[in-house]
């Protein structure tokens, strides 16, 4: 009965790839979001999006794109892969502006 | 703007020692969201609480205990008779009612406890 699922949970690919992350909830949430854990832990917002509005964070660059097919889920495209996107990549869901529940992460290891 | 802080980068306690993690926060917003979260070795993210700016009450639960004082902008958080299974990152976080729903987190204070 897992809330949010990530697949994988391990992505190791090469510089220029294209990529993609999937993320699904089952908690009827409809909001979604995608974090970046760097390698000193930080994490960041990069997305947040329900069935009305997408907001992108102004740092993120344009090879990354979520894209929604429904409700409950939201998946991530990184294009033309660099060695700089290597992170730990978490989706969350939330029900509307209440608590965030994270998924378990995908760490992304460009090499 | 939007800070989360956490000085303390780890703190080491031996077995049954109570310990605080501190987190202050700065916001221009009168309504917002303050969490903890967890992320223990194995990784995920474990949501702890969710305090909204208009409820100052300190929250005990089980040997968990949280500190919110609007007047110097800090939501502390003590564990109480630390345990091994304690050990992990420990994150602060701020939302704000304004604009989208994003968390701001601090950098995350690493607690280990000693058997």
């Known amino acids: 009965d897992t809330a949010v699922s990530q697949t994988p949970k391990y992505l190791v690919t090469q510089m220029g790839n294209d990529k993609s992350i999937k993320c699904e909830q089952n908690?009827?949430?409809?909001?979604m979001y995608w974090y970046k854990q760097d390698s000193k832990k930080f994490l960041k917002i990069m997305f947040s999006y329900n069935n009305k509005e997408l907001i992108i964070n102004e740092t993120v660059p344009n090879r990354f794109s979520p894209k929604s097919p429904d409700k409950a889920h939201l998946n991530l495209h990184i294009n033309s892969l660099e060695l700089g996107d290597s992170a730990v990549y978490f989706c969350?869901?939330?029900?509307?502006?209440?608590?965030?529940?994270f998924g378990p992460g995908t760490r992304l290891t460009v090499l | 703007a939007q800070k989360v802080t956490q000085a303390q980068t780890e703190i080491s306690v031996v077995e049954k020692e109570d310990v605080t993690l501190d987190c202050v926060y700065e916001?221009?917003?009168?309504?917002?969201?303050l969490f903890w979260y967890k992320q223990p070795p194995s990784g995920e993210l474990v949501f702890l609480i969710r305090r909204n700016s208009f409820d100052e009450q300190n929250e005990i639960s089980g040997r968990y205990s949280w500190n919110f004082q609007k007047s110097t902008s800090s939501f502390n958080f003590t564990i109480t008779a630390s345990q091994v299974v304690d050990s992990a990152v420990y994150f602060c976080?701020?939302?704000?009612?304004?604009?989208?729903?994003?968390?701001?987190f601090g950098t995350g204070t690493r607690l280990t406890v000693i058997p």
């Open positions: 916001t221009r917003d009168t309504t917002y969201y």
């Open positions: 976080a701020l939302s704000e009612a304004r604009g989208a729903n994003n968390l701001f």
């Open positions: 969350a869901s939330s029900p509307g502006r209440d608590t965030q529940y």
């Open positions: 908690l009827g949430h409809d909001t």
